[in-house]
């Protein structure tokens, strides 16, 4: 192999593919990023098996070929490096790689002995914007499990209705739903469920990607394509829970309120509540005789028996009954550093009923949490 | 105790005096704030009888008293909360903090209970600015021991000869000293050893710190007084090594070099030096017949069996003979990154003998690394 390349187009493709490289990965060459000559460009591949990348970039071709290079070394030697264009040439194994004022040899491994990267039969694809699959991911995934007790729940739910791609999370203490708009699609109503690790995953290659993302999928594996970048995921196998019925149909308080306002005082509630499992308490009234003005107080309050209490009031617009109800601070934290929109809405069941959340005006996404009992 | 005060005061106060409480504190008391009046300024202080702050803000007060307030949860809470002036009052060990957003309750504990910072008596005092200790602090103290198997080589050794104060910290493979200004001094000639933890926080408190300090010492405290707050800290007892035997007299090569460059360089030659414990080759050579121009060559080579190696060439400046001598990269990655200035000159004394590095033009400072055997 003799190619010639720029060395920051190789250092995006060097750290997007290391990252896909598990910290303990079965099989030694695993540890390797594969650099292959593919069609005029250069290919850079990694797997840990059960997700896989890969990543072309525009290169120079003197000599085809293939070789797998140790990840980290190669990763940060390529980012550590001041240079503009780089050649690299493969003589025995040993990988030289030449830049003005830096020269190294990196010892490299046989590419015959690395694993290809699973492939899929793409009978299926649908297509999204770049910016819709972003904010869906930002604004969902993080309520998935954190813990693998029950693998359904630590992916994520994929539901195509139509040209709806309902993207949802749930530990089943709160759920996330965003419904993305599909721009393309060739098979309508299909589900499963993608680990969130894949998506968190493609959620930092968007930050690279062009405007849009073609996502294709068979029976166990989805194929994320974003045109020069390839990412390609088992799926998680089993029947996802049938979340829609915890939404409550009817509320009976719904208010307004400034989230940055909202974030600091659950944050220092959250203080007082370390010994209650976070538990904090949410309290809406009305200003006396305004609840027809719809002037209303919403109340915090954290306390813990060893601490002492805190209590902080933001006057907000509200309308329905005045109502109490105590939620777990850390999910109410999540979604507000989740949610983009200046203002939330926040929507109350009853003291023993799920609570929804969402941006002020937004119809495509909701956040549930589940109360706690006092 | 009721008193009113400024939320961003008392917040800078309470950040630094919850550094100085260990994690692992022998007493269940000295994880507590002690919160008093004093002479018509709130006074802030915690300890965890090694080193104790006392830190004054400006309070309305209309009660005097104390009150001994757990820290972690007091400085969290003022540091959330968003108001401009915050009431305190202490009623029956419980601390009733208001804003006009927030309110909390803490429960405190009886102030008797709080060790007395200890006192120093003021016998012996010294002035430096505040700019010049910074300087030292930040181009020294990551030199001294990091474990504490030579007590004394973990601290930093501040050695006064007339108005000059010598601050210095070596861990035996490296050496760092500087030379401060003395502005007003009482007594000539004295040393003594200062924690490395101490003088860590001296560097921080520097960051909001007047133009200058006083330094008070006895036979076993030192006082930095930088007006409204005093650390007081023991001493390490024992004798400082007479580490000026060390300092080369005669060098056979000199090098000056753009210093953002060289740290470019040595990052890289040390990621191939992992397996043979960091060691990286430093070579001085000259254009062939320009020794007299000082048309040098400084070489930095990284090599590993299992992996490789990488060589980088900087053209630089340089007199003297060619040289080859192998050093610790981590040791020049820390003085560079702690050196202001842009250039660098390095002096080499030799194969077998220490090399000198400091800011191009510094005379005040040296930094001494011992060579490592090939």
New interface residues.
Partial sequence: MKVTCVQENLNKALIHSSRIISVRSSLPILDNILVSTDQGRLKISATDLELGINYWIGAKIEKDGSIAI?SR?IT??IS???EDKINISVDNN??LIEGE???????GVNAEDFPSIPDISEEYTFTVTSRDLMNAINQVAFAAAADNTRPILSGIFFKIEKDILKIVATDSYRLAEEKVKITKNEKTNKSFIVPTRTINEVGKILKDAGEKVDISYDENQILFNFGSIHLVSRLIDGQYPNYEQIIPAEFENEVIVDKQELF??C??AS??ARESANSIKVNVSFEKGKEKDEKGILSIIGQGV?????????PVKSKGKEIEVSFNAKYILDVLSAIPEKNVEIKFSGANSAGLIKGEGKNDYLYIIMPLRN
């Avoid at 004022?101 to 010892?107: D, H, L, Q, V």
């Avoid at 060893?306 to 933001?314: F, L, N, T, Y």
């Fill in positions: 140790p070394l940060e030697f550590n490096i001041k040993n990988v004022k830096y020269n190294a040899t990196i010892k600091n005082v944050k220092v203080l007082f060893q601490v002492g209490e805190s209590v902080s009031k933001i």
